[in-house]
């Protein structure tokens, strides 16, 4: 899939986009994306009560080696209502078959999270004067979870338009970009690449050992290690097995 | 305006509700409009960096009043991005005309504050197995406020249904109350007293003295006393002037 075109304002006068930053493969690709099409970035990180503190320092490594105008990480607690394996004491899977599973959600499925990621997302873009908002999203691998599918974005987008006061008195309209939704993990690794993302930078596992290393068998660590193998690329994680 | 018929389904089984309770006048009437049509309610509360506390014991004393289910306090921090009298070091405007002011929306607004709050009911509903979340949004007194406005209850209704695991599997949709959203404040005064409300529980100025008397003389203040006369109902508050 060919890069998207740069977008023309971006040239005219500074073009401020705020980028979800995970600390993931895909929230990396997705700000050097944002970077390329000539946004200066906001990155925003959130502390939501996961398990381990290595995806947040993935983030601030990753979202200092990309470079950004800006990095917030902002705590918001996600076990005051529980419900996943990501915020709650529940095991999660391992060793999942990733093809031919059922299409259940899985329980690492956190309830409405793009939602409220999306959401102070959107009143940060609001306080700039940004109109551009990057959530590295995607419908591929992660085709059980609702809100990373194209439908919801774009719903999302047009709830957008109608929420802020700068979509009501302006003349312009929020946009939510979700630029690698439609991409393969070997299209993702191999897009970064291309913008210079070291995936050494970045954290996928959800059950990591107490020295940071991936445990190899979660279903993060499975979509990750079968990426880079399709790709043909060496994979830089340390795995436990 | 005749009260909304009761739901069927909810004399069916036990029919859950998230109410998002500020601790103003407006979230008081809609928990008792919600707790009137049969639902259980479970109140949600934000700490949201306001200045005073006031608003906070407001709304504990009315959700023990009134009754719920259920009542959780989250404490979320909108002064990460600022943009607002009520989050920022901004002045809040005092003696401004309630009629014939511009219809510019006012410094008191919070950027993206609903989209935000809907966005944790939305999480705690899906985790409740509850479908309906209600707030007590009003598009005539705040006519100002993109997001208090019919047409954003709407898409943010539609994004929802799109948003949820609850949603995508279940063959239920998720609704977005807003019992409030087209009368006025007389109308919404005279709806909370029929159903037992006792406004001196509730909690509207912006800025209130230290001993928690309200300033008189804020916006919401100034809506809430022209609501109290037009109603030809005795004002509980103790007004500073």
Redesign the interface.
């Known amino acids: 899939m060919p890069p998207r075109p740069v977008r023309a304002q971006c040239y005219m006068s500074e073009c401020k986009a705020v980028c979800l930053v995970s600390g993931g493969m895909d929230s990396a690709t997705c700000l050097a994306v944002a970077g390329s099409e000539g946004f200066s970035c906001h990155a925003l990180t959130f502390d939501y009560g996961q398990r381990h503190v290595h995806e947040l320092n993935a983030a601030r490594t990753l979202v200092e080696k990309l470079g950004a105008a800006e990095h917030?990480i902002?705590?918001?607690?996600?076990r005051?209502?529980?419900?996943s394996a990501l915020t709650d004491a529940i095991d999660v899977p391992k060793d999942q078959p990733l093809e031919g599973r059922d299409s259940?959600?899985p329980v690492t499925?956190?309830?409405?999270?793009?939602?409220?990621l999306?959401?102070?997302a959107?009143?940060?873009a609001?306080?700039l004067g940004a109109w551009d908002i990057f959530i590295g999203v995607n419908a591929v691998d992660y085709s059980g979870y609702?809100?990373c599918?194209p439908?919801?974005i774009d719903?999302?987008e047009?709830?957008?338009n109608?929420?802020?006061?700068a979509?009501?008195?302006g003349d312009r309209r929020m946009t939510i970009h979700a630029p690698l939704i439609s991409l393969t993990k070997v299209d993702i690794i191999r897009r970064g690449l291309a913008l210079g993302v070291d995936y050494a930078w970045t954290h996928s596992c959800y059950d990591p050992a107490s020295d940071g290393r991936a445990c190899g068998r979660c279903d993060a660590c499975r979509i990750r290690r079968a990426g880079f193998e399709q790709a043909s690329v060496a994979d830089p994680t340390d795995y436990v097995s």
């Open positions: 917030k902002v705590t918001i607690d996600l005051a209502f529980g419900g259940g959600i499925y956190v309830p409405a999270r793009n939602t409220i999306l959401s102070y959107l009143a940060w609001e306080v609702p809100d599918r439908a919801y719903a999302y047009r709830m957008a109608l929420a802020t006061k979509a009501v008195e």
